[in-house]
């Protein structure tokens, strides 16, 4: 199982990036996949989700800024960030289930991207 993530960088306030997670090695189509997120000094917090069947579910503090998407045929996961903060700024993990957190452990994880939301 490889999990690769990718399009992290630096942003001013109210920018955009779009992450992309590129997975290997298990039957991308039939797995949930979460983003989640560690900011520094702090534990990993869940992001957002998405469910084989499409339907996706995110941290309040990120509704209606983020998206969280898929694309079976390319076995990538990618999450579109709009309108960023610099409470946004962390490391940003993908992984393998809907709910994947510091605190809700999952399997798989990959090596993380780093987003920084400033001025």
């Known amino acids: 199982v490889q999990l690769v993530e990718s399009g992290g960088g630096l942003v001013q306030p109210g920018g955009s990036l779009r992450l992309s997670c590129a997975a290997s090695g298990f039957t991308f189509s039939s797995s949930a996949m979460s983003w989640a997120r560690q900011a520094p000094g702090k534990g990993i917090e869940w992001v957002s989700g998405i469910y084989s069947d499409g339907n996706t579910y995110y941290k309040d503090s990120v509704k209606g800024r983020f998206t969280i998407s898929r694309d079976n045929a390319k076995n990538t996961v990618y999450l579109q960030m709009n309108s960023l903060k610099p409470e946004d700024t962390a490391v940003y993990y993908c992984?393998?289930?809907?709910?994947?957190?510091?605190?809700?452990?999952?399997?798989?994880w990959g090596q993380g991207t780093q987003v920084t939301v400033s001025s």
């Open positions: 992984a393998i289930g809907p709910w994947c957190s510091g605190v809700i452990q999952c399997d798989y």
